[in-house]
């Protein structure tokens, strides 16, 4: 029987068993390994390591056990070759964008991506000569048309913050190939649970680790993923250098959490399916946006790019921003929050937080109408999440 030995693992297992490296102690769950530097038997060892002539670790700004771990199991749930984990969500999106370009490059962009993101790339990385254009998610001749012989990378994330649309990935992964460029998705919302860029084309995946691969709201982190080229040489360095490096502690937290990712992502799905089905039979909701709904226009790509359709829930009520800050004040159980991937069910005004940076024509152009609410719909019993937002209406 020693073919079995070679039969790839699945997800469900890779996402408990990957990375781990036992110590002489025989621990079964996993070590936090709280020591900023390591020791090296003799000088001549230190000095290979520093020259990279010898694997090992050195200093955890760039080189510690529980955060490669972390790495190597999401970098085996993506299925890309390599992994560096971050301080943050921003730092992962920084170290990639500030690793890859220089200055007189162009990036294309989505135009509905998280709001610290549309700020980095319009106001911080022109200081550098960086620019961005910003096209519209779903519009593929717009991103064709934006690309200039200077653009580098296309950025996107898919479902879109708060209005769920879809992208075509792989399509988008054909435009930016085409053009010699990089296609760059943040997978913060679907998890590799639910959606795998990397084997759509996407050349690079990012992720906030502080929203669904914790889940549970405890820690902030980043994550890059993608193949040992693009991320070994000028990626890491930047890393290292720049030193946004993740705390093996939060390493030790995003684990654990990768371990029930797949159940939690799929317990977010049923109850959110549920949440959205209940509010489109509402008379006081103007109109759902939840790519598990048939009226959704991207219900289909959806269904075809997606394993299911995500954990966050839009819609728009009824008699603009006062109706939908009376409804979210009048809920009981969701956290008036704007964190999302939670276990706790969160709800939140887009217009006056997430997305009050804008003025009211971009976010009119954006869809973003007064009267939106977004859910991030937990793991509480879901008949009392539509019991919650059914009293929240009448009160
Ligand atoms: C939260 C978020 C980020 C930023 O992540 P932080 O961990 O808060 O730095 C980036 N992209 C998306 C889609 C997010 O939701």
């Not at 162009?106 to 709001?115: A, D, E, M």
């Not at 994330?157 to 190939?177: F, G, K, M, V």
């Not at 993608?226 to 946004?244: K, V």
Request: net charge negative; with cysteine; proline share 4%.
């Amino acid at each position: 029987m020693s073919d079995t030995e070679d039969k790839p693992l699945g997800s469900n297992t890779l996402a408990v068993r990957a990375g781990q490296v036992r110590s002489q102690e025989g621990e079964h769950s996993e070590l936090i390994f709280a020591s900023s530097s390591y020791v090296f038997a003799t000088a001549a060892e230190a000095a290979a390591r520093f020259a990279g002539d010898s694997p090992g670790n050195i200093y955890s700004r760039f080189t510690n056990p529980t955060v490669r771990t972390f790495e190597q199991r999401l970098a085996a749930l993506e299925h890309g070759e390599r992994c560096i984990a971050t301080s943050s969500g921003m730092s992962a999106i920084l170290c990639t964008l500030l690793g890859l370009l220089k200055a007189g490059d162009h990036i294309v962009s989505s135009r509905s991506i998280f709001g610290t993101t549309v700020n980095l790339l319009s106001n911080i990385l022109p200081k550098y000569s960086i620019t961005t254009t910003f096209v519209a998610l779903s519009n593929y001749e717009d991103w064709e048309r934006a690309i200039t012989p200077t653009t580098k990378l296309l950025f996107l994330e898919t479902p879109s913050n708060p209005l769920t649309e879809i992208a075509d990935i792989s399509r988008l992964a054909d435009i930016a190939h085409h053009a010699d460029t990089l296609l760059i998705v943040d997978n913060c919302f679907c998890t590799p649970c639910l959606q795998l860029p990397l084997k759509l084309g996407a050349d690079i995946v990012i992720h906030s680790a502080t929203k669904y691969l914790d889940g549970q709201g405890r820690c902030v982190g980043g994550a890059i993923v993608g193949s040992d080229a693009l991320l070994g040489e000028d990626i890491h360095a930047f890393l290292r250098n720049g030193g946004a490096s993740m705390s093996p502690f939060n390493a030790w937290v995003f684990l654990k959490g990768l371990e029930t990712l797949s159940i939690r992502m799929q317990a977010h799905c049923r109850n959110a399916q549920k949440v959205a089905e209940w509010l489109s039979n509402q008379t006081f909701v103007k109109r759902v946006y939840y790519p598990g709904l048939k009226s959704h226009p991207h219900y289909a790509l959806a269904a075809t790019q997606q394993s299911a359709a995500g954990g966050i829930v839009s819609f728009e009520v009824s008699g603009g921003k006062a109706a939908a800050w009376k409804f979210i004040d009048a809920t009981k159980l969701f956290s008036i929050t704007a964190n999302l991937g939670d276990t706790k069910s969160t709800i939140t005004h887009p217009g006056s937080t997430t997305h009050h940076k804008l003025s009211a024509e971009q976010r009119l152009a954006m869809g973003i109408n007064p009267g939106l609410i977004r859910l991030s719909v937990g793991l509480e019993e879901v008949s009392d999440l539509i019991n919650d937002l059914d009293q929240a209406h009448q009160g």
